[in-house]
Nanobody, 126 residues
Framework: VQLQASGGGLVQAGGSLRLSCAAS????????MAWFRQGPGKEREAVAA????????YYTDSVKGRFTISRDDAKSTVYLQMNSLKPEDTAVYLC????????????????????WGQGTLVTVSS
């Protein structure tokens, strides 16, 4: 699976960005998708994940109510809508994918994902 992330940039605190991650090379409908981020000097953390069905979604506590993950199977793309951005959201955001069979679960550990995009930088200024 090849993953191509886009949509990062520089935004002021309180602003919004939408990240996109387009997948190719494998049937998207069989991929659990996730967004991770890695800030300066920090470990990689799962920001959001979405099941095959789209019904099961995970958010890390710090982004709940501000970020929304979604998937468009027809476009083989997963999105991360980020609102009310804060300086602490500054990081490289990476999309990740792993093949799955069952429709209603997600994964949140980086080591469970087998495919990674190149990352897109999000910088939030105060």
């Amino acid at each position: 699976v090849q993953l191509q992330a886009s949509g990062g940039g520089l935004v002021q605190a309180g602003g919004s960005l939408r990240l996109s991650c387009a997948a190719s090379g494998r049937a998207f409908i069989y991929l659990i998708m996730a967004w991770f981020r890695q800030g300066p000097g920090k470990e990689r953390e799962a920001v959001a994940a979405i099941s095959l069905s789209g019904d099961e979604i995970y958010y890390t506590d710090s982004v709940k109510g501000r970020f929304t993950i979604s998937r468009d199977d027809a476009k083989s793309t997963v999105y991360l809508q980020m609102n009310s951005l804060k300086p602490e959201d500054t990081a490289v955001y990476l999309c990740a994918a792993v093949n799955a069979i069952y429709p209603n679960y997600y994964l949140t550990r980086a080591r469970d994902y087998t495919n990674w995009g190149q990352g897109t930088l999000v910088t939030v200024s105060s």
